[in-house]
């Protein structure tokens, strides 16, 4: 069985302060995979997306970054954070062959203060 | 403008009620809808995906595309307080659906009261 797994839980850190998130995939070789940023009560906004190791695509521009160091690795970076980072962030996965459905991971409750 | 767009904002049903939810693109480019269930503090998970015009039943839930008109709905029949969740439409291109860009609506809250 395919698991995802986000770290850390949760983080509170300052404003102009670095941040890195990250996600990892077990039991799935070669997935899609997504960041997507939700505000409290909101929407989903994909960020960015990866079909392949080291290539990730950007959705919208937030000040972020995103990298795909290993197959089954996903992270969320930015060098210095801004008030409007705070909020939920999400990792999932699709897989191509299937029907493009998302998993999503547990995600992360960032609060940039 | 959002191009996925939701309605109501909220809903609360007694339980053993119908839901429905509504979901409308203003992008003809959009062809294939998701819904999605957010239970508080989690990540969403997929309910179901219509591709196709027409109904698609699913247990207690059923969706209907028309493709025309840009319009999605969904209604949980006999709704559980376990129901009780923020709901999404998402749309994706035929293009991009291989990568799996997806467009969010803004959802809609769903209370189910005893």
């Known amino acids: 069985a395919q698991t995802i797994h986000q770290w850390p839980v949760a983080e509170i850190k300052a404003v102009g302060s670095p941040l890195s998130l990250g996600c990892t995939i077990k039991?799935?070789?070669?997935?899609?995979l997504y960041w997507y940023w939700q505000a409290t009560g909101g929407t989903l906004q994909q960020l960015f997306y990866?079909?392949?190791?080291?290539?990730v695509e950007s959705v919208v521009q937030l000040n972020l970054s995103a990298s795909r160091p290993k197959d089954d690795q996903f992270i969320l970076s930015t060098e210095k954070l801004l008030l409007s980072h705070s909020g939920f962030y999400l990792c999932?996965?699709?897989?191509?062959?299937?029907?493009?459905?998302?998993?999503f991971g547990p995600g992360t409750r960032l609060t940039v203060l | 403008q959002q191009k996925v767009q939701q309605s109501p904002e909220s809903l609360s049903v007694p339980e053993g009620g119908m839901a429905s939810f509504n979901c409308t693109s203003s992008?003809?480019?959009?062809?294939y809808f998701w819904w999605y269930r957010q239970h508080s503090g989690e990540g969403p998970k997929a309910l179901m995906?219509?591709?196709?015009?027409g109904d698609k039943k699913e247990g207690r839930f059923t969706a209907h595309l028309n493709k025309a008109s840009l319009h999605v709905s969904l209604h949980i029949r006999d709704s559980q307080p376990s129901d009780s969740a923020l709901y999404f439409c998402?749309?994706?291109?035929?293009?991009?659906?291989?990568?799996?860009?997806?467009?969010f609506g803004s959802g809609t809250r769903l209370q189910v009261y005893a």
């Open positions: 999932a996965w699709s897989w191509t062959g299937g029907t493009y459905e998302q998993y």
């Open positions: 039991g799935k070789s070669s997935p899609n």
């Open positions: 990866s079909i392949t190791v080291g290539q």
């Open positions: 992008d003809r480019n959009f062809q």
């Open positions: 995906s219509i591709f196709s015009d």
């Open positions: 998402a749309a994706s291109e035929q293009r991009t659906q291989v990568v799996g860009q997806l467009t």
